[in-house]
């Protein structure tokens, strides 16, 4: 069908005149407004269709995509292709009609935007901050403008009918053509066109007061999918919450597709949370639930309802109809289903009873977020006052997702969208590993590139790796390791580059797992090669050693070498040459890592976090971290962004490999 709809499309093109550039850039001279009139009859019908088929329920506006208006970018966009259409006599769309019959300057101006995409791409990092400039979310003319939708499009057929005229009267003063100029067939085109678009008025007047009208959305998501309307409808009837009765249920029975955001700020969720639920501040929470969008349901929630009542609506706007917020908040999900019933004012029956004992030693089970005071029917058999919170710090396994406790990933195993990677050797994979584990070489995610050997692969690369995998970029990846976290570390690097945002490293590994006797395997799992998708542009965390001489030239950030200190001070050397990047502080990576027997584990998140604002107190400093080949360095990336919440992270991956091989770069000892 799109190949019917796309030879159909080019055959119009020609007829309408479009194969011929002489003829396109005739309107810049005013001999031939042919472009204009194609161009805005096809706006108008557009415009006019798609809001009858929307009333009629022929189209789901669910199903669209709206362009987000990004003002910066869509304003120097519009220059740039201005003054290419004028210059070349092409846009490229015309320009694969007119290759299409044979025209060379159309191939050539093809060849130009081929060249001028490669451009765009390779100094994406440079224009970045236009590319977002003016970034206001999904809007619409008729809202800005404060105007009812039929009005707007009324007014707008208005002008092109006008315009029309226009044009026909242009030609004839310019040229002597306008053969349309006051004819029979351009006053019946003009009638019909406001006769449809008057009819708007009517006809979506029944349908607003239904569906409500379309409301402009926020973010670069897709079009609002839900009216006002229809958002204060379903408050009213509570169908946007979730009761924590059911929540507690759905969590303890392991419901699939489930997740459960704290809004909280991360101080707070660390000292209490519900078990198995995702810290996700306000400001992150558009990006983060994206994959997640209309795909099982989405619980959020906070001390209370405000905030998570605003994000739900937010979201709901955006087209996510599967967001819900947690009637009373976590302390009415504490006091609901986590107070004891020996210390409730009314009795429970015994089996309400028996549900409060089946979350309280599900929600208080040792290793998890959220411990209670007394556990299960002990604590239900005591008239001592109410047992309070306690106030430990919450273990990596539900402090943060990024990094993750065993008995997280026992709970998660089978579930739909999990994957693990296992990236120890393979004897050791083929002997035992995690039920359903890939295995995969961590060096054969890198390789010899731009002449620096062991760097992290291109993006086009990697994708090919995790397609292979069958990942999906809705998946969920477990990293799981041997002895050395920071192999994990540059497998989750490399997720970042390709814009994988869930992940999670296995803390202490595979040692830790087999110590604590849970379920291993020996068989191969099957695997189904997907097609990961290719990101749209370079990742914005790798720095080369052109940025890195700038830092510390002008100090404009903390450089931190992570190898051994005997390295850093050039004690030893297995490169070029000896030493350390001038104004470079040394924290070794071995020094966040505690080992007990065989298991090397992160060290708890609150020792990091004391021991790194020692080094860099505010959490907004630019950082710029190294080692010798990328492969250390990405573990103190890893704390340092994904674990401390420090926001302006560089990694250098051609670190002192590159360095030190460059004789024109300083060194110091």
């Known amino acids: 069908m799109a190949y ?3 030879v159909s499309f080019g055959w119009v093109l020609e007829r309408a005149g479009f194969g011929s550039s002489r003829r396109l850039s005739a309107i810049f001279y005013f001999r031939d407004m042919t472009v204009l009139k194609v161009m805005f009859t096809a706006v108008i019908t557009a415009m006019i269709g798609l809001i009858y088929c929307i009333n009629l329920g022929i189209i789901d506006p669910a199903g669209l995509y709206y362009m987000p208006s990004v003002y910066g970018a869509q304003i120097a966009g519009g ?33 130009g935007s081929f060249a001028g995409s490669i451009l765009f791409n390779e100094s994406f990092s440079l224009i970045k901050p236009l590319y977002t400039m003016g970034d206001s979310g999904v809007s619409f003319a008729y809202s800005a403008l404060g105007m009812s939708q039929p009005a707007f499009a009324f007014l707008f057929t208005l002008v092109a009918v006008a315009c029309f005229w226009g044009s026909e009267y242009v030609e004839r003063a310019v040229s002597g053509t306008g053969e349309y100029l006051g004819t029979p067939f351009l006053k019946a085109f003009s009638l019909a066109l406001v006769s449809c678009a008057a009819m708007l008025f009517v006809f979506t007047g029944s349908a607003r007061e239904a569906s409500g009208e379309m409301d402009p959305g926020s973010g670069a998501a897709p079009p609002p999918a839900i009216s006002e309307a229809a958002i204060l409808e379903g408050v009213g009837e509570a169908a946007d919450h979730i009761e924590p009765e059911e929540l507690a249920d759905a969590l303890a029975d392991g419901e699939k597709g489930l997740l459960v955001v704290d809004v909280r700020p991360p101080d707070e969720f660390r000292k209490f949370n519900i078990r198995g639920a995702v810290n996700v501040e306000l400001k992150d929470l558009a990006d983060f639930i994206r994959p997640y969008k209309n795909s099982g349901r989405v619980v959020l929630y906070s001390n209370g309802m405000t905030h998570p009542a605003q994000a739900r609506d937010s979201l709901a706007r955006l087209g996510y109809q599967n967001v819900y917020i ?6 009415g999900f504490t006091e609901r289903c986590l107070k004891p019933v020996s210390l409730r004012k009314e009795p429970l029956s015994a089996s309400d009873a028996g549900k409060v004992a089946k979350w309280r030693r599900f929600f208080n089970a040792a290793g998890t977020a959220g411990v209670i005071a007394g556990d299960g029917a002990a604590a239900d058999k005591t008239d001592a006052p109410a047992a309070p919170v306690l106030k430990t710090e919450v273990p990596p396994a539900t402090a943060n997702l990024r990094l993750v406790e065993t008995v997280w990933l026992k709970d998660k195993l089978g579930s739909a969208g999990l994957k693990i990677i296992d990236l120890r050797p ?24 731009d002449a620096v050997p062991s760097m992290l692969l ?47 490293i296995l803390n202490g590994g595979f040692a830790k797992w087999e110590a604590e006797k849970y379920p291993v395997d020996n068989r191969l799992p099957a695997v189904t090669r997907s097609e990961y998708p290719l990101p749209k542009g370079p990742d914005d965390f790798s720095v080369g050693y052109k940025k890195v001489l700038e830092a510390s030239s002008s100090k404009s950030a903390v450089i931190i070498d992570v190898r051994p200190s005997e390295f850093y001070s050039g004690k030893k050397s297995d490169e070029a040459r000896a030493g350390h990047i001038p104004g470079a502080l040394n924290r070794p990576y071995t020094e966040d890592i505690v080992k007990t027997a065989d298991i090397a584990s992160l060290k708890p998140v609150d020792e990091l976090e004391k021991e790194y604002l020692k080094i860099v107190p505010s959490r907004e400093t630019e950082i710029i971290i190294h080692c010798r080949t990328g492969h250390q360095a990405s573990q103190t990336f890893f704390v340092m962004k994904s674990l401390l919440g420090y926001k302006n992270v560089k990694w250098y991956d051609g670190g002192w490999t590159e360095w030190s091989s460059k004789e024109e770069l300083p060194i110091e000892k």
Not at 98 to 109: H, N, R, T, V
């Open 326 to 331: 947690l009637t009373d908040g976590l302390a």
């Open 79 to 111: 220059l740039i292709f201005g003054a290419g259409f004028v210059m070349g006599g092409w846009c490229p769309g015309t320009a694969a009609v007119g290759m299409a019959s044979g025209k060379i300057d159309a191939f050539l101006f093809i060849v």
């Open 4 to 6: 019917i709809i796309g």
């Open 458 to 504: 291109p993006a086009k690369m990697l994708v090919e790796h995790f397609s292979m995998l069958g990942l999906s970029g809705t998946d969920h990846v477990v990293i799981c390791y041997g002895d050395k976290p920071h192999d994990a570390a540059i497998f989750a690097i490399a997720l970042e580059r390709v814009g994988h945002a869930g992940y999670s």
């Open 426 to 449: 393979q004897p050791e994979y083929n002997r035992s590993h995690i039920p359903g584990a890939m295995s995969l070489n961590v060096e054969s995610i890198r390789g010899f590139v």
